[in-house]
């Protein structure tokens, strides 16, 4: 599969409809796709006060369908789609990726003021901070292989603090 990713700033999407989470001092992103609200949660996991090493992040639910329940990704969840996978690339960085797509990479890390941010690279190369990824999924496909239209993320330009979004088009 190729990808035909453009980047944009000022364009809406369906999801900007769907429901934010509540923000706290660990979100770092969170993704949201249709068919529903329901929203995973990526959250910095720490222990006394410092980032865990063997597990920087928290992933779970938030099931806005069901009251806005917390809820842990299920085994199929988080072994084949909205699981992480995390590499320790050095003191206090660390690659993220799904596990259902291994060719985005996030990067977390401190940013200037100190606080734990996830960047991601847009088009031309210039790194922003990750705040939501979007999921569009078409009708057809199957449960192992959906029918995705686009993937959207959004984020923040750490100099001009302007929102940035980028669309990769999965092509056939």
């Known amino acids: 599969m190729s990808l035909n990713n453009k980047c944009y700033s000022q364009a809406t999407s369906p999801a900007d409809t769907f429901p934010i989470p509540k923000s706290n001092p660990y979100l770092l992103f969170y993704l949201q796709r249709q068919p529903n609200t329901n929203t995973i949660v990526v959250d910095l996991n720490l222990v006394n006060g410092k980032v865990d090493i063997e597990r920087p992040v928290n992933v779970y639910w938030i099931r806005y369908q069901e009251g806005g329940k917390q809820l842990p990704l299920n085994f199929i969840q988080k072994e084949f789609g909205y699981g992480m996978q995390i590499r320790k690339t050095g003191e206090g960085k660390y690659d993220l990726n799904f596990v259902s797509y291994k060719k985005k990479r996030f990067q977390l890390e401190r940013g200037v003021n100190g606080v734990w941010q996830v960047y991601f690279t847009i088009n031309n190369g210039e790194r922003k901070i990750l705040k939501r990824v979007y999921i569009q999924i ?3 496909g199957s449960f192992w292989k959906p029918n995705i239209k686009y993937v959207e993320l959004k984020g923040i330009d750490p100099v001009s603090n302007k929102e ?7 092509k056939v």
Do not use: Y
């Open 164 to 170: 940035v979004r980028e669309r990769i088009h999965p």
């Open 138 to 140: 078409d009708e057809g």
